[in-house]
């Protein structure tokens, strides 16, 4: 009877696993630390596995566009996924928005930034970390923030510029710039900051960033790409991004 019991689990394995499947992701780097744990559940509940690769949504969108063999793309923003669509290298009705994404000015060292970022117009600081708002959306937010707050022209000669979110927080962690602006998920995990000090920049001061998700054309068939896809609107991962401070 043992014997009967251990040969059905194998064979309950050996199916599972030959209904596994990988699918490669486009990762914006916003998203990467709640990406990685979304992957972790994904693979425990569904045994599909998620093979994540992590960057700027513009360079993804060139990369998509030269037949990068990515099967689904989380952007961090939502018009590179609709030119995506229009471009027909995503499969139609599939795209939508996973997360909106926060802004902070962020720093390693405690009490330099306050809460109200009256940091920025002390002009106490020679370099400012920001990510390149030509392909990151990130980026783009910043400029629109700081045009807003009339700082651009006077703070724009201190920027140190990153190619994508990840570049840019080390940056600032290793004090390269004593402060920077990164997504608020780079340093904020369940209703606190890891560390530092930090503004985060409301919402009135740009377009919100909407972060959009879609099943490219490579992973029309693949049953991984689809169960991801449908897996990003489950409770437990809408929980795992909340806690990053995302909205939803």
Known sequence: MRRAVCL???????????????????????????????????????????????????????????????????????????????????????????????????SRQPGLVDDKGEVLRSGKFERIAITNPKLAPYGAAVIEALNKLGLLSEIQPKFVQGENLTQTYQFIATENAPLGFIALSQV??????????????????HTPIRQDAVLLSSGGSSSAATSLMAYLKTDKAKSIIRAYGYEL
């Open 8 to 106: 059905i689990a194998a064979l309950l394995i050996v199916t599972f696993s030959a209904k596994a499947e990988q699918v490669t992701v486009a990762v914006a780097a916003n998203f990467s630390a709640p990406m990685q744990k979304i992957a972790q559940a994904f693979e425990q509940d569904t045994g599909h596995k998620a093979v994540l690769a992590f960057g700027s949504t513009g360079n993804f969108y060139a990369q998509i566009r030269n037949g990068a063999p990515f099967q689904v793309f989380l952007s961090a923003d939502d018009e590179t996924p609709l030119r995506l669509e229009k471009e027909g290298l995503v499969i139609a009705g599939t795209r939508f928005s996973y997360a909106v994404g926060r802004v902070v000015l962020w």
């Open 188 to 205: 904020f995990v369940d209703g606190k900051f890891t560390q530092g000090s930090a503004w985060v920049v409301p919402v009135s001061l």
